[in-house]
């Protein structure tokens, strides 16, 4: 059965650092989304993307966010300068052509620790 | 109004029991709704995507009532392997924003 998948599953960062946290979708899906969920707190919505661009963000998605799409089975998500309350679960999730269905698909998750 | 909201619980139910969540939502226009489960420090796995006539997938039934604007998950012969956190999830009219609420925990004791 297709899975997305993420990497690195744990992330160790100090603050200030930039980090890059790692997904692949699953392989004929076309929409992506990055989600955070701060231990002990709900999942949080980041941004979507579709077609190679933004296609919605949050509040939380501000300059230090940045997602892309480098080739075609990647999307990554990159913090520029990790603050300590960056410090969360990072879920990568992908879903088919809007019409067809919108069920998404989460990945395991990369939990990134900033000290 | 928070936009998604549940009853965090903890339920706790025996072996065998018949458990019903709740989950009610602010805007009217959402579209899509979905229950996932998520096991403690885990993703989220969908469950189920929850359809304007109900659907039911064996053990699990899910309702929807729009001008309540609520939906329901309904769990027969509960397992102790259903034992996790039940998300529900809503996406607005026009948006591809999935708004999570914040989950129900359901333990099963033996």
């Known amino acids: 059965e297709p899975e997305v998948t993420q990497t690195p599953s744990h992330q160790v960062t100090q603050m200030g650092q930039e980090v890059i946290l790692r997904c692949v979708p699953i392989?004929?899906?076309?929409?992506f989304y990055w989600y955070r969920q701060i231990l002990g707190q709900k999942v949080e919505f980041l941004v979507s993307?579709?077609?190679?661009?933004?296609?919605?963000k949050s509040e939380i998605f501000d300059d230090q966010f940045s997602v892309e799409r480098p080739d075609g089975s990647n999307f990554t998500l990159k913090i520029r300068s990790t603050k300590l309350e960056d410090s969360a679960m990072y879920f990568c999730?992908?879903?088919?052509?809007?019409?067809?269905?919108?069920?998404?698909?989460f990945g395991p998750g990369t939990r990134l620790t900033v000290t | 109004r928070k936009e998604v909201e549940q009853d965090p619980g903890p339920f706790n139910v025996p072996e065998g029991a018949t458990v019903a969540f709740n989950c009610t939502y602010s805007?009217?226009?959402?579209?899509?709704f979905f229950w996932y489960r998520q096991d403690c420090r885990k993703e989220p796995k969908l469950l189920m995507s929850?359809?304007?006539s109900g659907n039911e997938d064996g053990r699990f039934t899910a309702q929807l009532n729009r001008a309540s604007q609520y939906i329901s998950l309904l769990i027969r012969d509960s397992k102790l392997s259903d034992s996790a956190t039940y998300l529900c999830?809503?996406?607005?009219?026009?948006?591809?924003?999935?708004?999570f609420g914040t989950g129900t925990r359901l333990k099963v004791l033996a």
């Open positions: 999730a992908s879903r088919g052509l809007a019409g067809v269905s919108y069920e998404q698909y």
């Open positions: 392989s004929n899906h076309l929409y």
């Open positions: 993307f579709y077609n190679n661009e933004i296609s919605e």
């Open positions: 805007n009217s226009a959402s579209q899509s």
């Open positions: 929850v359809y304007s």
């Open positions: 999830v809503v996406r607005g009219s026009g948006t591809y924003k999935y708004i």
